[in-house]
């Protein structure tokens, strides 16, 4: 069996062990992201199904929610109006001291954050994390836009036409099966006639518009050698003809393309399941109440009426409503009754209902700032509530999410020579990304609290014994602060500079008491000769004409 029979032997297995949980993100979907519904079966019949379901949908509780979660994630993860990772060299985490190579390296993340939001980054982006959100697992594909000539493309793939997979003992994901269509002529063009069947290259004369299904594979290598060559890099990707099990193209990647955060990972699975699935059963439930309330309104506008079949009054064709006329022969023939609905029941289930669903989606965790000048207790609290409630799931996003995407970003910018040359210090040293986004800065503010606070108590107790402040080394305090504050480099001196500083500062202090004590000596020599002229003049007034005579000279 050749390759291409393999990979497409292996897609159908992956087909079904994902099966089994299709059904549960598919209610996710209905009720958390109707607009973003995947395709998990193909069928007509279950397309057409699925349009009619969020047609029938009369709550939008559980996807306002959604939204406002995905948002926070966004604006606390990835803001788009501030950097929000930083590069070290590994063994460089002492942040009492920065660097010339730091220098650099924030320089290059500068760069990359520039150039990642400048593309289609916060779109595609928001795509996945909603995928995350409502089913617990998304991908976002990493590349350079070869068409426009140079910058960072993003793409999210849709979930429902993914399959993943994992060679790692700790299960991070770096194979995926992805089956989509093309048009005969696309596939032509892209791969060529000789690369296709005879089937694609007839049916791109004949009908170009037909589709076939083409299955893109991202696996890593086996076996690696330099790594140069499409064909031997450590990612192989391969696209294969499904219907013809045909291999029309293999190439590789030096890092694996994708991104593929999960929200809670499935048991004895590599998939997850989302936020969503918590408030599912209270979504579900709303959707029912809201119908039936909807239902009751509507009985209780229009009315139900009881009507007598008296020979003139036809119960089966008679209609209510505005400017008719009801031929009766009696008006006792026709009654409303009382539709018996309280509200104030329904009233009280919804509003329970709903605000559930907000709470189990965070939708409620951070309410909004008012305009008043919030206090530093306040800031602390509500940040305190960030760290909590999204805590676990931004330590996933961390490993899964940003570190593979930063990872990819890098090598394509470090490869295009966009970046220049790295300082030597760092050369043959490894990289690694930290994050300084309001949310990563949120989980170290404790630190920067906790050393602000020591060093106010300090400038209290200074006041009765200043030996105090001797326990404090106040430049790597204010290191920690800048850097716990996310300060940028740049404004910060680096050790050399600051010791260069002090070393100019102290130089100039010596100047100037060199030539205090120089004006002092010769303060003291006039005064003592001033003083000694006087003592001669007092002795003889005659050695003034001698004095006068020797100033004419130096006169002349």
């Not at 803001?79 to 920065?98: E, K, L, R, V, Y």
């Not at 209270?282 to 029912?288: G, I, L, S, Y």
């Not at 919804?350 to 008043?372: C, E, F, W, Y």
């Not at 009765?464 to 404004?491: C, E, H, M, Y």
Request: negative net charge.
């Amino acid at each position: 069996m050749d390759l291409a029979q393999q990979l497409c032997s292996r897609l159908g297995q992956m087909k079904l062990s994902r099966s089994i949980y299709e059904s549960h993100w598919s209610d996710c979907y209905k009720y958390g992201a109707p607009e973003r519904q995947q395709s998990f079966s193909t069928t007509q019949s279950q397309k057409s199904q699925r349009e009619q379901e969020r047609a029938e949908l009369v709550d939008s509780t559980a996807a306002e929610s959604i939204q406002l979660l995905v948002s926070m994630i966004m604006s606390g993860v990835t803001p788009a109006n501030t950097i929000w990772f930083q590069a070290t060299p590994d063994g460089m985490d002492d942040i009492s001291h920065i660097t010339d190579g730091e220098r650099w390296l924030e320089e290059v993340c500068q760069f990359m954050w520039r150039n990642i939001h400048a593309a289609n980054f916060d779109s595609e982006a928001f795509e996945t994390i909603t995928d995350v959100s409502v089913a617990g697992w998304g991908i976002l594909y990493t590349d350079i836009n070869h068409k426009e000539g140079g910058g960072y493309v993003f793409e999210s793939w849709s979930i429902g036409s993914c399959w993943i997979a994992s060679s790692h003992p700790n299960g991070l994901i770096d194979t995926i099966y992805r089956e989509h269509e093309m048009t005969a002529l696309a596939m032509v063009n892209t791969y060529g006639e000789s690369k296709c069947s005879t089937d694609v290259v007839n049916a791109a004369t004949v009908e170009p518009d037909r589709r076939f299904k083409v299955l893109h594979v991202i696996q890593p290598r086996k076996t690696k050698g330099a790594g140069q060559l499409n064909t031997d890099m450590p990612f192989a990707s391969y696209h294969i003809d499904v219907s013809n099990k045909i291999m029309m193209k293999e190439s590789g990647y030096q890092e694996f393309p994708c991104s593929v955060p999960r929200l809670r990972r499935l048991p004895n699975s590599v998939y997850g399941n989302g936020q969503m699935s918590v408030a599912l059963p209270d979504a579900k439930t709303c959707n029912e109440l809201m119908r039936q309330t909807l239902r009751a309104a509507d009985m209780q506008i229009c009315g139900m009426w009881i009507a007598e079949d008296d020979g003139v009054l036809n119960p089966y064709t008679v209609k209510v409503g505005p400017r008719k006329v009801i031929v009766a022969n009696s008006i006792d023939s026709m009654k409303r009754l009382d539709d018996g609905v309280n509200f104030q029941i329904s009233e009280y289930l919804l509003n329970t209902l709903q605000n559930g669903i907000r709470k189990k989606l965070m939708a409620d965790s951070l309410p909004p700032v008012g305009q008043k000048q919030m206090t530093a207790t306040e800031i602390n609290t509500r940040v305190e509530i960030i760290r909590q409630m999204l805590g676990p799931l931004y330590g996933r996003l961390q490993s899964e999410f940003l570190l593979p995407l930063l990872d990819r970003c890098f090598g394509l910018a470090l490869r295009s020579g966009a970046l220049g040359q790295p300082p030597k210090e760092l050369w043959g040293a490894n990289l690694s990304f930290k994050f300084i986004s309001p949310m990563a800065r949120s989980q170290r503010l404790n630190e920067v609290v906790a050393t602000e606070q020591f060093i106010a108590s300090l400038a209290n107790m200074a006041g009765v014994d200043k030996t105090v402040l001797d326990v404090v080394n106040f430049d790597a305090a204010a290191n920690v602060v800048g850097k716990g504050r996310g300060v940028p480099q740049s404004i910060m001196r680096t050790d050399e500079e600051v010791q260069q500083l002090r070393d100019e500062r102290q130089k100039a202090m010596q100047e100037q008491q060199q030539q205090a004590m120089q004006q002092q000596a010769a303060q003291a020599v006039t005064g003592a000769a001033a003083k000694g002229l006087e003592n001669t003049l007092t002795k003889d007034p005659s050695a003034m004409d001698d004095i006068g005579g020797m100033a004419s000279e130096v006169m002349q």
